[in-house]
């Protein structure tokens, strides 16, 4: 998925660009003809996006009890 950072701000902006991907790649399928592939294509991005959000939130949590 890319190099991530270490900074809560860099991270949330990391998360919407991450977002807005998706997004896009969902808004240029076409209806009409999209299938399976396009759909397994969509849920793992959705699970990398899930996995990134969930690290982030354990950093933010780590950094709140220090």
């Not at 950072?5 to 860099?10: F, H, L, R, V």
């Not at 999209?34 to 950094?63: C, P, Q, Y």
Request: charged share 40%; hydrophobic share 35%; aromatic share 6%.
């Amino acid at each position: 998925m890319g190099k991530a950072t270490e900074k809560s701000n860099e991270q949330f902006r990391y998360l919407k660009n991450r977002i807005k991907m998706l997004h896009e790649v969902a808004s240029s399928m076409d209806e009409e003809n999209s299938g399976a592939a396009e759909l397994k294509h969509l849920a793992g991005m959705v699970k990398d996006l899930e996995i990134k959000i969930e690290r982030f939130r354990k950093d933010w949590e780590e950094d709140l009890s220090s």
